[in-house]
């Protein structure tokens, strides 16, 4: 079964620094999806980023970037210049494509970041 | 704006009570979901439904049914409330090949 390891259960970073958040998975399949869900405290989960896997490049929107080494089933988010609206609880996420054409998600336990001023 | 509603963002019921969680998306998303947000362990998915009266058990359905009688609306119903089901439910729906979109979330205590 697939599982989705974030271990780092908080981080601090200082305004306009940087901090990376890790993230592994265990899987046998070589074709799924990799993402990052920002959940504030409003509970509105939101999405960060998003990685296939049959994509060497690293996806990047604005200050948020991954790294993504497949060979070690490891997806890392970097996020850059960190801001004070960055505080939340971000989610590493895996997503199964079945051959039904349904899939399933499988959510880490999260990784809670606050931003110091 | 695309919109996933949650009937409810607080709920408190009694022991053995029949809970209803509604759940209503405006996209036309065939595939909706039900998870259970606990700290320290994350979300875990409990239902999901990819068409209309079509369901699958997640990862954790025990004690918990659904009913998706119209497309747009995916409901979640705890049969006899256990305190072990006080938590925070989250619903999303997705179209093929789209991210996530998730409502904002019902808090739910069993007393």
């Known amino acids: 079964a697939q599982t989705v390891t974030q271990s780092q259960p908080e981080m601090s970073v200082q305004e306009a620094e940087t901090v990376t958040l890790s993230c592994t998975y265990d899987?046998?399949?070589?074709?799924?999806?990799l993402f990052w869900y920002k959940q504030p405290p409003s509970r509105q989960m939101i999405l960060v980023i998003r990685?296939?896997?049959?994509?060497?490049q690293n996806a990047t929107e604005n200050r948020f970037s991954v790294n993504f080494q497949k060979a070690a089933k490891s997806f890392s988010l970097k996020i850059s210049d960190s801001q004070l609206g960055d505080a939340a609880m971000y989610f590493c996420?895996?997503?199964?494509?079945?051959?039904?054409?349904?899939?399933?998600?499988?959510f880490g336990t999260g990784t809670r970041l606050k931003v110091l001023a | 704006d695309v919109k996933v509603t949650q009937s409810s963002r607080y709920l408190v019921k009694r022991t053995g009570e029949k809970v209803f969680l509604e759940c209503v998306q405006d996209?036309?998303?065939?595939?909706m979901f039900w998870y259970r947000q606990d700290p320290g362990l994350g979300l875990r998915l409990i239902y999901f439904?990819?068409?209309?009266?079509?369901?699958e058990k997640g990862d954790i359905p025990e004690g918990y049914s659904v009913s998706r009688e119209k497309k747009e609306r995916f409901s979640l119903i705890l049969e006899s409330a256990s305190t072990n089901q006080t938590s925070m439910y989250l619903c999303?729906?997705?179209?093929?090949?789209?991210?996530?979109?998730f409502g904002s979330g019902t808090q739910l205590s069993v007393l």
């Open positions: 439904s990819y068409d209309v009266k079509m369901k």
């Open positions: 996420a895996y997503r199964r494509d079945k051959l039904s054409g349904t899939y399933k998600y499988i």
């Open positions: 996209m036309d998303h065939e595939n």
């Open positions: 999303a729906s997705s179209s093929y090949n789209e991210k996530l979109f």
């Open positions: 899987t046998s399949e070589s074709d799924y999806y």
């Open positions: 990685q296939e896997a049959y994509k060497q």
